[in-house]
């Protein structure tokens, strides 16, 4: 079972271990590079920033260890929040650490005010649409970047929960 704990910037070397993790496995899936969080562009003051920048963020952990990772923004002025920097360990797909986290973020982003979520997920990240889509999350549109994400939104509620 997964153990969902709120990062503050003094967490941030755990927050950065994941990261980096969450980046050189999956480079793929995240708009941002290994190399631009390495060399110069790691510091603590730039993981410490990046904690502030995202006013929610959460560090997942399976038995003890960290298992996966997200981030919430501040809710824009559509009363919307946006989930950044998900990422599930190889080792924990498929125990429920996504759900965890996206209802993690959810919680907190009705405790805002928010109304809903939306994301940005590269269309051939299938099994990360298939995560999104199980908590209601619908494609919304395109973004184009080097290639091309789907921009995905749901009510902050899940519409299959009535709590």
């Known amino acids: ?7 503050t ?8 271990a994941l990261r980096l993790t969450a980046l050189a496995e999956a480079p793929h899936a995240f708009g941002a590079r290994l190399a631009e969080w390495q060399g110069e562009g ?15 963020n959460v560090l997942a952990e399976v038995d003890g260890r960290a298992a996966g990772m997200a ?14 920097s998900m990422y ?4 924990a797909r498929g125990h429920g650490v996504g759900d965890a986290l996206i209802e993690a973020v959810a919680g907190w982003a009705r405790s805002c005010g928010a109304q809903r ?9 299938e099994s ?20 091309l994400a789907l921009e995905m939104v749901r009510e902050v509620r899940h519409p299959s929960r009535s709590a």
């Open 88 to 91: 599930v360990a190889a080792s």
């Open 128 to 147: 990360a649409i298939a995560l999104y889509r199980r908590h209601g999350f619908a494609p919304a549109g395109t973004v184009r970047y080097p290639r």
């Open 9 to 16: 910037v003094d967490d941030w070397a755990g927050w950065r």
């Open 117 to 125: 979520l939306r994301l940005e997920v590269f269309d051939d990240n």
């Open 71 to 84: 981030s919430g923004t501040t809710p824009d002025e559509t009363d919307t929040v946006s989930l950044h």
């Open 42 to 56: 790691d510091t603590e003051a730039r993981w410490r920033q990046r904690l502030i920048d995202r006013p929610f």
């Open 1 to 7: 079972m997964a153990v969902i704990r709120e990062l």
